[in-house]
């Protein structure tokens, strides 16, 4: 009879232990608000990746603290393959460039999984600002010091080090009015707020397209195919400046080899889908699904650039 109840009671357990990946909802973890360009990306794969999964993908949306909050929060959670994280070049290139100490660890608490989009910044204005090229921006900076404001996450962002560089490049003063996420400055720009946007074609192009923002240059190599009436920084008269963001997918660390392939193998084959890569190619973007040590590698060696960026405008670590 023990060994009867024994072997029931084993039989019982094995299914237990041997629960199908995944077994029960994914938390994407997006450190963003609606609305910002990390949030529209993990809408547009969330429900592909559910469809593949055969579970619910909850997108949870935690801005603030440069990134910092949402990043902890991934990086804390298990890594049992039930939480994804949509880090960016904030979360993983610039905090550890930008502070000395963070709340969690970029390469020892993540692992990489997939790069999903990259792009270039856009300088863009609102249609109440007087300024129809890069120049004309500058003039007006240099004629009234202290009213060239932008949005952004903080000092020490994408936005911060592509209007430095211009800023000490032109000799004209531009301020950065930190927001916690970067819908909001949006916003404020088209609400006549502030004068100046810098974003992702993706965000901020039907804006231009609608009369709201106007477009003065792009901060890439080559003009966007999706825009090729503006200019890139270079032509507008600043050559050497360009800087872009990137997005990618990243599980907690302890994740098995093989969630991280599985992963790695769905998101690969969304990221090829024409409903989902067109649309991305049409604002202006790069489409990922690299592997996850080629991720890795990219991930490193953009931190190395950005260090010398961030070098060359004397920006010191904050505590």
């Avoid at 390469?107 to 910044?121: K, N, Q, R, S």
């Avoid at 592509?162 to 819908?183: C, D, H, N, R």
């Avoid at 270079?234 to 392939?261: H, M, N």
């Avoid at 989902?276 to 040590?293: C, F, H, K, Y």
Wanted: proline share 9%; hydrophobic share 45%.
């Amino acid at each position: 009879m023990r060994r009867l109840l024994a072997a029931a009671l084993l039989a019982g357990a094995l299914p237990c232990a041997a629960q199908p990946y995944p077994s029960r909802p994914i938390h994407f973890i997006v450190p963003d608000s609606p609305g910002g360009s990390s949030d529209l990306r993990a809408r547009q794969i969330g429900p592909r990746l559910a469809e593949a999964l055969g579970q619910p993908v909850i997108i949870e949306n935690k801005p603030g603290g440069n990134m910092m909050i949402g990043a902890e929060s991934a990086a804390k959670s298990p890594g049992d393959g039930h939480t994804m994280f949509l880090g960016n070049i904030v979360t993983h290139s610039l905090n550890p460039i930008m502070f000395r100490t963070l709340p969690y660890r970029p390469d020892e608490d993540f692992i990489a999984v997939t790069a999903i989009t990259a792009a270039p910044l856009m300088v863009t204005v609102g249609s109440h600002v007087a300024a129809a090229s890069m120049r004309e921006l500058v003039d007006l900076a240099k004629k009234n010091p202290g009213s060239m404001t932008y949005g952004g996450t903080s000092r020490g962002g994408p936005q911060y080090l592509l209007m430095e560089q211009i800023a000490a490049a032109s000799g004209a003063e531009f301020t950065v009015v930190p927001y916690k996420a970067t819908g909001p400055s949006i916003q404020d720009v088209v609400g006549g707020h502030l004068p100046i946007a810098l974003n992702y074609w993706s965000i901020v192009g039907p804006l231009v397209r609608a009369g709201k923002l106007r477009a003065l240059a792009v901060a890439a190599n080559r003009r966007l195919a999706v825009a090729p009436e503006v200019p890139t920084l270079a032509e507008a008269g600043f050559p050497g400046i360009e800087l872009g963001s990137w997005q990618g997918i990243f599980v907690p660390a302890g994740t098995s080899a093989e969630i991280v392939s599985r992963l790695h193998r769905e998101l690969a084959r969304i990221m090829s889908l024409p409903e989902i890569r067109n649309p991305i190619i049409e604002t202006g973007a790069d489409v990922g699904g690299n592997s996850p040590e080629e991720f890795a590698a990219f991930v490193r060696a953009d931190r190395a650039k950005l260090k010398k960026v961030a070098e060359r405008v004397n920006l010191q670590p904050q505590d």
